[in-house]
């Protein structure tokens, strides 16, 4: 396995202490890193490292940020570190911040007896709290790629709520399949926590609401709804709730994320829905949960199914696609095929219609009177994250929605309306 090395020793890096053997006094060949401190002279680390990555920045999250674009540009995920005890204290925070579970650390902590490269690290004396500081002051620095935030909205929710659906634009995000307005952080893909972070950041700043009242569903791909106030369970796929103050919302990247509102008893919901999850009747079951909890009349609910995968691009295998067929034949175009066409929006509408949810309070691909609100993800790769189309490490954009009036009396802003 090829692995990165990183030195962060504040007197010059020795290789004896590195445990590095470098022939003809280069280290290019072992993508070796260095981390210098600002007090350091130019020369002191780079002299016996012919070709390293000398890392500078104004802050230890910027050098550290820089190192991980070189690793995702030459596909690197292996890092053995060289650093003083309390180098690596302060280290794993950053870890913590600017990578995921992708990347994998492996810290080497020196104690050469008279080494003056042993003796400390390049950043010395910060705190968990001042990292944070720092790596979010360093993060809302980056310039948005893609253009501004762009958000599409169904002109089917009342304006005493606020909502929308995300796109892929304004974000930080630099990884192609993840640029660059990623709204999920997983340790299964490349986009750590700081920079998902700051791309809510700016996606709240642009819809109008405050960044920290953000609630995303955890998602299981089932049909479990929790009510917002009851204690939360550790995966669901639907959230309720009629507090003011809290913006709720779904991840989608083909799977759909829906919103609900009841504009007579003021309940919003937000759900995701795949294709297992609309098998299970996770869309229904978000309505009847809005009934059975709130009091609410399905007749009252509108439902805006947001940027999903069309069937013109998502595929199942026979026997997963033979269950949309029982729901209705439309919903698998092609049965004879090897792999059959799926449409998963069409067999969400059947069932929430067979539930009693007005047709026309159903905002889909389906509703000609109304603007399109559900384009392919698939098929508009300048405007959305698809997993059927960019693979593994994809990203995620949301719906969210929110109860407008805040409990003391406030007004959050509208965002913005904007359609492709």
């Not at 935030?149 to 089917?156: A, G, L, W």
């Not at 929710?157 to 929308?164: E, L, T």
Request: aromatic content about 6%; overall charge neutral; hydrophobic content about 35%.
């Amino acid at each position: 396995m090829c692995q990165a090395v990183l030195l962060d020793l504040v007197h010059g890096c020795c290789p004896r202490c590195a445990g590095l053997s470098l022939r003809g006094g280069s280290a290019s060949d072992r993508r070796v890193f260095l981390l210098r401190a600002k007090t350091d002279p130019s020369g002191a680390c780079a002299s016996p490292y012919r070709g390293a990555h000398a890392l500078d920045g104004d802050s230890t999250a910027e050098r550290l940020y820089r190192m991980k674009r070189t690793l995702d540009d030459l596909d690197l995920s292996s890092v053995r570190v060289v650093t003083s005890a309390r180098g690596r204290e302060a280290l794993l925070w950053y870890q913590r911040l600017l990578f995921t579970a992708v990347y994998r650390f492996e810290y080497r902590v020196t104690s050469t007896p008279g080494c003056p490269s042993c003796c400390g690290s390049a950043h010395t004396g910060p705190t968990p709290e001042t990292i944070q500081e720092e790596v979010s002051a360093f993060v809302q620095r980056l310039p948005a790629l893609m253009g501004d935030v762009k958000i599409r909205k169904s002109t089917m929710i009342p304006d005493v709520f606020g909502h929308g659906f995300s796109s892929r634009a304004g974000g930080v995000s630099y990884i192609p399949t993840l640029s660059s307005l990623n709204l999920f952080c997983s340790q299964t893909r490349r986009d750590p926590p700081a920079v998902v972070t700051e791309n809510r950041r700016r996606l709240a700043l642009h819809a109008g609401f405050p960044p920290q009242s953000l609630h995303l569903v955890k998602v299981a791909h089932a049909s479990d709804i929790w009510v917002m106030g009851t204690e939360e369970p550790r995966s669901y796929d639907a959230v309720l709730t009629n507090q003011r103050g809290v913006v709720l919302a779904a991840p989608g990247a083909d799977c759909m994320p829906i919103l609900f509102a009841d504009p007579v008893s003021e309940v919003i919901g937000a759900a995701h829905a795949g294709w297992k999850g609309t098998l299970k009747g996770v869309a229904m079951a978000t309505v009847d949960a809005m009934v059975r909890e709130f009091g609410c009349h399905v007749r009252d609910i509108m439902v805006a199914v947001g940027p999903s995968v069309g069937s013109c691009c998502f595929t199942l295998e026979q026997e997963h696609a033979l269950d949309f067929s029982r729901i209705h034949p439309d919903c698998v175009p092609d049965p004879e095929s090897p792999r059959p066409h799926v449409n998963i929006r069409l067999a969400n509408r059947l069932l929430l219609q067979r539930g009693g949810v007005n047709p026309e309070h159903i905002h889909d691909d389906a509703n000609p009177e109304r603007p399109l609100v559900t384009p392919c993800t698939s098929c508009h790769p300048d405007h959305y994250f698809s997993h059927v189309r960019d693979g593994p490490n994809f990203g995620t954009q949301v719906g969210f929605v929110w109860i407008r009036e805040g409990r003391d009396g406030t007004h959050w802003g509208t965002g913005e309306d904007v359609s492709h």
